[in-house]
């Protein structure tokens, strides 16, 4: 199975703030990565997959980038409703894995 | 627009089988060439991809779920259902049902149910 790392697994950040979490695959995945939004209580959102594409309706202010091994996603200015718990993972191979999550609070 | 939903019992006791359902709206399972997965998240845990099913009934399992694992489909009720066999309290979760974006296995999972808890207990 392909591993799936995160890093931070938390961060406190402000409203405005620019903020940056990383995925590490434990092979390479090519650009088969997908990020997720996850509030309490609620099911993933799909945010982001093939690396960058940004998912119908999903504000500009997530990018994602990357290739191979090494993964970011992006919120260019966290606002009040992006305060969640954020997931990569890897669909390039079964069995589709997770990263353990960054969440995401406020400072 | 693509619905999804979750059914099933809340309550399983040890050693029985999980049985869930999840019943699509606003597209149907058997005219479009979707895959259709199960993902679990255990209370305050991450996230388990369980298995897929195509329409035609093709099925990947999770190697670590497999020897317990049943993902069937049912075409003209337009669901596709989860058997989870010889469950025990690890097998507490939120279960979800997704289907993929598009026409491909390796492709993202764009529609998530709203989950399902399960809670294994006696």
């Known amino acids: 199975d392909i591993q799936m790392t995160q890093s931070p697994s938390s961060l406190s950040a402000s409203v405005g703030d620019r903020v940056t979490i990383t995925c590490r695959a434990s092979?390479?995945?090519?650009?088969?990565l997908a990020w997720f939004q996850q509030k309490p209580g609620k099911a993933p959102k799909s945010l982001i997959y093939?690396?960058?594409s940004l998912q119908t309706g999903v504000p500009s202010k997530f990018s994602g980038s990357g290739s191979g091994t090494d993964f970011t996603l992006t919120i260019s200015s966290l606002q009040p409703e992006d305060f969640a718990t954020y997931y990569c993972q890897q669909y390039n191979s079964y069995p589709f894995t997770f990263g353990p999550g960054t969440k995401v609070d406020i400072k | 627009q693509l619905q999804l939903q979750e059914s099933g019992p809340g309550l399983v006791k040890p050693s029985e089988t999980l049985s869930l359902t999840c019943t699509v709206s606003g597209g149907s399972i058997s005219s479009s060439s979707y895959y259709w997965d199960w993902i679990r998240q255990p209370p305050g845990k991450g996230l388990e991809w369980i298995g897929t099913?195509?329409?035609?009934?093709?099925?990947f399992y999770n190697p670590s779920l497999k020897s317990r694992v049943t993902i069937s489909v049912d075409t003209s009720k337009n669901q596709f259902s989860l058997k989870l066999s010889s469950v025990t309290a690890a097998d507490t979760a939120v279960y979800y049902c997704?289907?993929?974006?598009?026409?491909?296995?390796?492709?993202?999972?764009?529609?998530w149910g709203q989950g399902s808890l399960v809670t294994v207990s006696s």
């Open positions: 997704a289907r993929h974006d598009s026409p491909s296995l390796y492709s993202n999972l764009g529609y």
């Open positions: 093939a690396t960058s």
């Open positions: 099913i195509y329409y035609t009934g093709s099925t």
């Open positions: 092979q390479g995945i090519s650009n088969y």
